[in-house]
């Protein structure tokens, strides 16, 4: 008489799940939180304080990778943070000028345009269910900026948009800079954001960029420490970290299924915490934004 087979036990997905959707989390809490530390003068002082904070942690962290990387690798990891550096700016400048709902939303469209710029390099056609998922997700943009009455977008508006596009050129260019390809992503992550932080610095000892750093920081009150060490702490060390971890123990569809809930954090956020209103119209073109994501997430996959 043979022995029952017992079912094998599933793998327990959550323990990795739940640590990558506190990611997506924070995440979309960052919009919010960035607005509230952030004013047009202190962008680019909060952007050299923000990344300043971690990149020690990092670099010792990684020490011993760092000094393995070649030449070739060190430039390209610089060259990815000049693209790097690009995106932050075009961001934190985004979200002063709009809402932390629009913000995190509008930017989820890098799901779509990056697909849509590697079919256009390869030169393949997309196939009509992701061209369906392009279409619903600029509708809903268009209908997402218009919340209050059909106008002309707000400046924050289209610098997200643009934030986008950067994101996307930046995943194209590390998909193909060979001397990059291989590198461990702690030391390249690590070059990438301390390029950044010199761009910042760089541009903050220009006259008429706005306030120093040091200056910054001194008028912080309370609530602006936190809300710039939960952008540091949570949203680059904790968030670079668990990816790392999670990378090994789980699939990249699961990884990208979670971690592409972000734009819903930042609309549930941006309302619930912020106190923001789309309006019937804004709130369906976010529905649409996240549906046309989601759609497209799958349709490239």
């Not at 269910?129 to 209908?143: E, K, Q, Y």
Request: aromatic share 8%; glycine share 10%; with cysteine.
């Amino acid at each position: 008489m043979s022995a029952l087979a017992l079912p094998a036990p599933r793998p327990r997905t959550w323990l990795t799940d739940v640590p990558l959707l506190a990611v997506a989390v924070v995440w979309g809490a960052s919009y919010l939180a960035a607005k509230g530390v952030t004013t047009r003068s202190t962008v680019l002082a909060v952007l050299v304080l923000r990344f300043g904070l971690v990149l020690p942690v990092l670099a010792v962290a990684g020490r011993r990778a760092l000094a393995a990387l070649t030449a070739a690798q060190w430039r390209g990891a610089g060259t990815l943070g000049l693209i790097l550096s690009g995106i932050f700016l075009l961001e934190t400048y985004g979200v002063v000028h709009t809402s932390a709902t629009n913000a995190g939303l509008i930017i989820s469209l890098t799901m779509i345009f990056t697909p849509l710029a590697e079919a256009a390099v390869t030169r393949t056609r997309p196939s009509r269910p992701f061209l369906g998922a392009a279409a619903t997700s600029v509708l809903g943009v268009v209908l997402l900026t218009q919340g209050g009455g059909f106008t002309t977008p707000s400046a924050g508006d289209l610098l997200m948009l643009l934030a986008a596009l950067a994101r996307t050129v930046h995943v194209l260019v590390m998909a193909r800079l060979k001397s990059v390809q291989g590198a461990d992503a702690l030391p390249l992550t690590t070059v990438q954001l301390g390029s950044a932080v010199v761009v910042f610095a760089v541009l903050c000892a220009l006259p008429g960029t706005g306030a120093a750093p040091w200056d910054a920081a001194a008028a912080f009150q309370a609530g602006d420490w936190a809300g710039l060490l939960f952008l540091s702490v949570f949203c680059t060390l904790f968030a670079f970290f668990v990816q790392m971890w999670a990378v090994r123990r789980s699939t990249p569809s699961r990884v990208s299924l979670l971690l592409g809930t972000e734009p819903l954090w930042a609309a549930a956020v941006g309302i619930a915490l912020g106190g923001e209103k789309l309006g019937a119209i804004g709130l369906l073109g976010g529905a649409l934004v996240l549906a046309g994501t989601a759609w497209g997430r799958r349709s490239a996959s």
